[in-house]
C-alpha cells in the first residue's frame, strides 16, 4: 500500500475527531461546562494537526471527495475540508 493510500483513513478520522470536537465545544457552550469546552477545544486542536500531517502527501486529483467534502467543510466551518473538497472537485 502506498504512502499517499495510507494517509486517507487518517484524514478521514481528522476530520470525524473535528466534528466530535465541534460537538463538544456546542455543548459546553451551551451548558456552560468548562469540561466540555475544554475537551471540545482539544480535539479539535489534535485533529487539525492530524489533518495537516494526512494531508501533506495528499494527491486531490486522485484522493479527494470533491464537493461532498467542500459541502461537509462547509457544514462544520472546516476551512481544510472546503480547500482540499474544491481542489479535488475541479480535477
Known amino acids: 500500500m502506498s504512502a499517499s493510500s495510507q494517509n486517507q483513513p487518517g484524514l478521514v478520522a481528522s476530520h470525524a475527531q473535528y466534528v466530535k470536537g465541534a460537538a463538544e465545544e456546542t455543548v459546553?457552550?451551551?451548558?456552560?461546562?468548562?469540561?466540555?469546552?475544554?475537551?471540545?477545544?482539544?480535539?479539535k486542536s489534535q485533529a487539525v494537526d492530524a489533518m495537516k500531517s494526512a494531508s501533506q502527501n495528499r494527491d486531490p486529483s486522485s484522493q479527494g471527495y470533491g464537493g461532498i467534502e467542500e459541502k461537509a467543510g462547509n457544514l462544520v466551518g472546516c476551512e481544510g475540508m472546503q480547500k482540499e473538497g474544491a481542489e479535488s472537485k475541479q480535477q
Open 28 to 43: 459546553g457552550n451551551v451548558t456552560g461546562s468548562e469540561a466540555w469546552k475544554a475537551s471540545g477545544a482539544q480535539d
